[in-house]
């Protein structure tokens, strides 16, 4: 089946502590994404990934760090600098271009909550 | 950023009745798109628009990209109690690549 796996569906922080959200696709996707979710707002931009090795801040980077070491995974890094961690957090993937239009497919998201 | 100003922010109707709820911006936008969020889920897509004027149609769900490049709506018509969920509208505003911008979410409920 192809789709974008997240893991682990909850996870808890402890105070001071990081933690990491897997994000795995393998609908062979060029560029990834992290976005926030807070209630009753939007998705906001983490960080995202157009291409292996490469990655750029979003609108709320500050207390996130990614990777990209390959294409099927962008996993992201909650540091203990953020210090309202407690979200719902989304990862996609697309296939950027003009044929691909730009359409982002989502995972189904992992709830971080602070101990 | 960027924004979106998604309306109305939230809906509670009766089984049976139409929805329409919209999403506009001050900046031109090349794609607009429409997902649904189930509670604990991720958005799925429902609606992808590319052309000014374009009218598209998913079942009983109908979308529009604005004339102006600067807006969208959505229609939802005869709905049922699974249409229950947040929709968001989310476009790629002009000259910047592959970004998306999402608006606030529109949370429908359905009464049976």
């Known amino acids: 089946d192809g789709g974008i796996t997240q893991s682990p569906k909850y996870l808890f922080r402890k105070e001071g502590q990081n933690v990491t959200l897997s994000c795995e696709q393998n609908l062979n996707h060029d560029a990834m994404y992290w976005y926030r979710q807070d209630p009753g707002q939007g998705l906001r931009l983490i960080y995202y990934s157009q291409i292996v090795n490469d990655f750029q801040k979003g609108d709320i980077a500050e207390g996130y760090s990614v990777s990209r070491e390959k294409k099927e995974s962008f996993p992201l890094t909650v540091t203990s600098a953020q210090k309202n961690p407690t979200a719902f957090y989304l990862c996609?993937?697309?296939?950027?271009?003009?044929?691909?239009?730009?359409?982002?497919?989502f995972g189904a998201g992992t709830r971080l909550s602070v101990l | 950023g960027q924004q979106l100003n998604q309306s109305p922010q939230s809906m509670f109707i009766q089984e049976g009745e139409d929805v329409s709820m919209n999403c506009t911006s001050s900046s031109i936008f090349n794609t607009w798109l429409w997902y649904k969020q189930d509670p604990g889920e991720g958005p799925v897509l429902l609606i992808a628009l590319y052309k000014a004027g374009e009218l598209t149609s998913n079942g009983r769900l109908t979308a529009q990209f604005g004339i102006t490049r600067k807006d969208s709506f959505l229609n939802i018509s005869a709905s049922i109690p699974s249409d229950v969920g947040i929709y968001f509208c989310a476009g790629t505003p002009y000259n910047q690549g592959g970004k998306l911008i999402f608006g606030q979410g529109t949370e429908l409920s359905v009464k049976p």
């Open positions: 996609a993937s697309s296939t950027p271009g003009k044929l691909a239009k730009n359409i982002q497919y």
